[in-house]
């Protein structure tokens, strides 16, 4: 909207060109959803505080969780309101394709404020049953499809799929191009939904996430790098590089009242909006294999759970002490601002070497 406003004085106003460059717009964006998240985090935890929005805690959780309880959830609303704000605020409103990845945004944390609603109402860590959430998951999931493909976001050879360190290997998935888009976006919803157990893990996740796709948009946005690099050029896709600075601002933002011991939770609000935009723009920049290693923190997250599972089922014992991976450190003994920092910085590798596939094909 600002550089709808302000780019036609460009002319008479030296200086006012810069409006048109994304990086500066992406750089603005950040700073915007960063501050709005600062400003309004105390007024938001006063809020749910006072309206008695307290996180439930698992009994059967980890033991010292405990101390955990009467911490107010439901904060991602906040994280979602400093996206969408920000993200129209600096954002081309012509593109497409910052429209879908909103309705993905604010569609999957609509279901995720349903499912923390009912654990309040409820007063136990129990919401939505599972079927009820996968359906609406899987509703919204299948309008962003719908969009993507009405509107042919994903550029020329839609079907096609971009995978790491190969050049000329573009497999395509053809007609299962919409159950992939819908694996891709519940997939990452549920994989940063598992990994938001301990205080800042999963949004400083996402920051290192979010700080890797707005580079990979940016990419995949200009014609010349993306055909030096050899990766999808996706036309418009450089819009996106405002949504995912809007997202890691956001993200930055709300981690100085989600850092440890955290003042607010930000609950299935929060993380299944981040991670269903997180698997759309991925989708829509044709990089969604690349998200499993940059998101190879929320991989790890949620293949621990489905081995626990499986494991359990099939031979009657666990692999791991507790599940998700982070509860099984916990279980050994370590701190849980030791588990938090180590896990962040696997994530930063991971999203490094996810950058680094861009020379090494």
């Not at 006012?16 to 985090?41: E, K, N």
């Not at 994903?154 to 694996?183: A, C, D, M, Y």
């Not at 996740?205 to 979010?210: P, W, Y």
Request: glycine residues 10%; aromatic residues 10%; positive net charge.
């Amino acid at each position: 909207m600002i550089p709808w406003l302000l780019f036609p004085l460009r002319d008479a106003i030296p200086g006012f060109t810069v409006f048109r460059y994304v990086t500066f717009r992406a750089a603005m964006a950040a700073a915007s959803a960063m501050i709005l998240s600062l400003l309004f985090g105390p007024l938001v935890i006063r809020t749910l505080s006072r309206l008695k929005m307290n996180q439930p805690i698992l009994a059967d959780g980890p033991e010292n969780h405990q101390v955990k309880a009467g911490t107010p959830t439901m904060g991602g609303a906040l994280i979602v309101g400093a996206i969408v704000v920000s993200t129209v605020l600096w954002c081309d409103l012509a593109s497409g394709g910052i429209w879908v990845a909103l309705v993905s945004l604010v569609g999957f944390g609509l279901v995720g404020a349903c499912d923390d609603a009912k654990k309040l109402m409820r007063k136990q860590n129990l919401g939505l049953r599972s079927w009820q959430k996968m359906l609406l998951l899987t509703g919204i999931s299948l309008l962003v499809a719908y969009l993507i493909l009405h509107f042919n976001l994903r550029g020329p050879f839609t079907e096609q799929l971009s995978v790491p360190f190969f050049k000329n290997f573009k497999p395509h998935v053809g007609v299962f191009l919409v159950p992939w888009i819908w694996l891709v976006m519940v997939g990452t919803s549920n994989a940063v939904n598992l990994t938001d157990g301990l205080d800042g893990l999963a949004v400083g996740g996402t920051l290192i996430v979010a700080t890797t796709f707005a580079i990979l948009a940016y990419v995949a946005g200009h014609v010349k790098i993306a055909a030096y690099l050899m990766v999808p050029h996706v036309p418009g896709g450089g819009e996106l590089t405002v949504f995912m600075a809007a997202m890691g601002g956001a993200s930055l933002g709300f981690l100085w009242y989600n850092a440890h011991p955290a003042e607010v939770f930000m609950g299935d609000t929060g993380s299944l909006a981040l991670g269903g935009a997180l698997g759309t723009v991925a989708i829509m920049i044709k990089q969604e294999l690349l998200l499993v290693i940059a998101g190879g923190l929320f991989v790890l997250e949620a293949v621990s759970v489905i081995l626990q599972v499986g494991s359990f089922k099939l031979r009657g014992k666990r692999i791991f002490r507790m599940a998700p991976l982070h509860h099984h450190f916990e279980a050994l003994g370590w701190a849980e601002s030791k588990i938090i920092a180590r896990f962040w910085i696997a994530g930063l590798v991971m999203a490094l070497f996810a950058l680094s596939t861009l020379k090494l094909r």
